[in-house]
């Protein structure tokens, strides 16, 4: 079946992009608090912080990456290029409101990057590597896309 997207971005946002949010849903499931303590790893909290709320926030988010990761598959494997286009833009404006959200969470932390755990790198490493890629693509910096 033909794909609209050049190999490079279907290996990145078709096949990679999936993996690592069902991972990322499966460590969620797994330990709900240390997802949530990660977020922000420089600032302590007592366990009596974990609330009910918070453990609820963590696996619907978790819950989100879910839904994510079969979406990326069918908008990635389309051979319908408006689809994948508009799923890329889509996606592409939701890594900056992710790395908005960690940055106003972390403040000037934000640009210490020896404060950054694997949690941080994943929130804006990947995020921004993620996000460059969606833009390279939509601008045809990989091959154009298809049909």
Known sequence: MARAVPLWPFLLFGVLEPALLVWA????VQDPRKFFTDQVPHNALPDASFTAQAKLLVLLLGNVYLLLAPLAVICTWTPHRSVAMYYLMAVGLGDLGHIYA????????FWDLNLWNDMM????GVSAFFHLNRWATLL????RLGR
């Open 140 to 143: 045809g910096v990989f091959g």
């Open 102 to 109: 960690t940055y106003q969470v972390w403040g000037e932390a």
């Open 25 to 28: 849903y499966t460590m969620i």
């Open 121 to 124: 790198w994943g929130n804006v």
